[in-house]
């Protein structure tokens, strides 16, 4: 079963701790990430990878300031989703969080 994780609470108390603006982007974007690293430790399987982001920052972060950006594990990968349209994955770029690497079969 896909282990879904509700990220808002996380990012807002953070933003209080920190004195930061819930919707600076930049923060929050590493925010996530550290929520994410930290809140899944036992996905180690992580590279470095220039991901795109699939949706504009503007409409992930309006998603996640109204409590609908979700973090949800898809066959063993991390994707963050945003709530309305649960088909859209999308990919962090932060070298702490990105697509596992996929295991290689050894040639025979």
């Given at each position: ?5 509700e ?19 930049r ?6 990430a ?28 309006a ?14 990968a ?23 690497r ?5 040639p025979?």
């Amino acid at each position: 079963m896909n282990e879904i994780i509700e990220l808002d609470e996380l990012r807002v108390a953070r933003a209080l701790a920190e004195q930061k603006a819930p919707d600076d982007w930049r923060w929050f974007v590493h925010a996530v990430a550290r929520d994410v690293v930290e809140h899944l430790p036992d996905v180690v399987l992580w590279t470095s990878a220039a991901a795109l982001l699939n949706v504009a920052s503007g409409t992930l972060s309006a998603a996640a300031l109204s409590g609908g950006l979700i973090v949800q594990r898809i066959d063993g990968a991390l994707c963050l989703m945003v709530r309305q349209c649960e088909q859209m994955l999308v990919e962090l770029m932060s070298v702490r969080l990105a697509v596992p690497r996929p295991l290689v079969t050894p040639p025979v």
